[in-house]
């Protein structure tokens, strides 16, 4: 496990490899709060740097997936936002559920990430070639994971695992180019 901003020359190469994105969605893209109106209708609050990352990484190429245990409207609206077209909610057992994904999409290992907080992720790390556990996700979470962000979840985890990706396949100094920085 691998904690905070820097990372080794092993674990950017895993980055490199990188070709989606699979993230969960309540505690990782929210900081894991549901409100609940009195009509219970769910409103989830997301972080804009956080969906920006997703957007650049989509830019350069990067797919991104999202996947969760619950349903909900906010999702699927988030989503259609960022323009993110693969969301799976609703999936109770998330291991299974990816093995036959990785299957179905001829996707190899090593080029799938995948960001969890909680236990239900665990199955997952074992599939992918990049595991990550936000900062404020449980113990055992934390310690399976290839990497814990330095943010927690819902305040720029996110964020931090795409601009790692985008700087391991060398894509940062186009990406800053083009917004002007030197």
Known sequence: MTVGAGIS???????????????DVDGVLTDGGIIMDHMGNELKQFNVRDGHGMKLLLRYGINVALLTGRESHAVSFRARDLGIEEVYQGIKNKGSFMAEYLARRNLQA?????VGDDVVDVPVFSLVGFSVAVADASYEVRAAADYVTAERGGR?????????ILKAKNEWPDLVRRYGIK
Do not use: M, P, Q, W
Not at 110 to 114: D, L, R
Not at 156 to 164: Q, V
């Open 110 to 114: 090593e080029n799938v990430a995948y």
């Open 156 to 164: 720029g985890a996110i964020r931090e695992i795409c601009d790692l």
């Open 9 to 23: 020359g092993a674990l950017r190469d895993k980055l490199s490899r990188v070709t989606l994105l699979v993230t």
